[in-house]
């Protein structure tokens, strides 16, 4: 009796291990899968964050190539783009990524950048009307400013530069933008306000410095703000003033402004030199 029991138990045995085997292998390849896309996702990160633009295109080009069914591959490559100043190339690999499944609204936001930065502001519209107003980034409320200066639109894009300001930890760039949005408007005080706001969230942002000085020099203050700045920033900055004051036919003042930034250098400044040789 003992023995006509012993084959199915052996073989309800073999039948359980043989199970347990499959469901190890099943379970194994799943976490080779799972590490294998966190090292994918590590790899685009870094190359996203730390390569050469040239570089970086190289390796999302040739990673979409071999998985073009992984958006991920696309989307480094359209951000890569991006980052290399190649607008026009990125918009058709962006449509790509939009095309996936897996794609974002994030997606079709970094879309309608893309179309800015290719002066397709149409387009860039119409992409951003395809986004629920519920999506509320820094990101897009930044395009949405920009695209409202565009259109001349002044009060929606200032509820659209304040909004943005108010979703980002470092506003200082989109302070710089609306600044410069109000200078063109020729609110040179409200621009001068918005500069030094940015300069208090970035004291190293030369752009909104090169700003504000635009800004007080359209109302022929020609003295340098007191904010930070190295002995170079400080040259640069009256070579700017300068350069506002003889526009506005204050020759005088510009030519003593260009000697003063010749002499603040610390190494030949070839841009006054010419400058103030013009004027001579």
């Not at 347990?20 to 390849?29: H, K």
């Not at 590490?35 to 996203?48: G, K, R, Y």
């Not at 490559?77 to 974002?104: C, F, N, Y």
Request: proline share 4%; with cysteine; hydrophobic share 45%.
């Amino acid at each position: 009796m003992a023995k006509v029991w012993i084959a199915p138990v052996c073989l309800a045995g073999l039948a359980l291990l043989g199970g347990c085997g499959e469901s190890m292998r099943a379970q194994t390849a799943r976490a080779i899968d799972s590490v294998a896309a966190i090292d994918q996702e590590n790899m685009a990160e870094m190359m996203l964050a730390v390569a050469d633009p040239r570089e970086s295109i190289q390796y999302f080009t040739q990673q979409s190539q071999a998985h073009p069914d992984q958006v991920i591959f696309s989307r480094g490559l359209a951000k890569s783009l991006m980052r290399a100043g190649q607008a026009e190339q990125a918009i058709p690999v962006w449509q790509r990524v939009l095309d996936h499944p897996d794609a974002t609204m994030d997606d079709r936001v970094d879309l309608a950048e893309a179309y800015i930065r290719n002066n397709d502001w149409a387009q860039a519209e119409a992409t951003l009307n395809t986004v629920p107003p519920t999506y509320e980034t820094y990101n897009r409320y930044r395009l949405e400013a920009m695209v409202a200066d565009s259109r001349q639109q002044w009060d929606r894009a200032d509820s659209f530069y304040e909004i943005a300001a108010g979703l980002t930890a470092q506003p200082a760039g989109v302070l710089n933008n609306w600044g410069y949005s109000k200078l063109t408007r020729g609110d040179a005080r409200g621009a001068e306000r918005l500069f030094l706001e940015a300069l208090q969230h970035d004291s190293t942002l030369f752009t909104a410095k090169n700003n504000l000085v635009l800004a007080r020099a359209s109302r022929r203050n020609y003295e340098l703000p007191l904010i930070e700045m190295t002995q170079i920033e400080r040259a640069e900055l009256l070579h700017t003033m300068a350069l506002a004051a003889i526009r506005q036919g204050d020759i005088q003042t510009g030519r003593g402004l260009l000697q003063d930034a010749i002499a603040t250098h610390p190494q030949y400044f070839e841009a006054a030199e010419t400058a103030l040789a013009a004027l001579r």
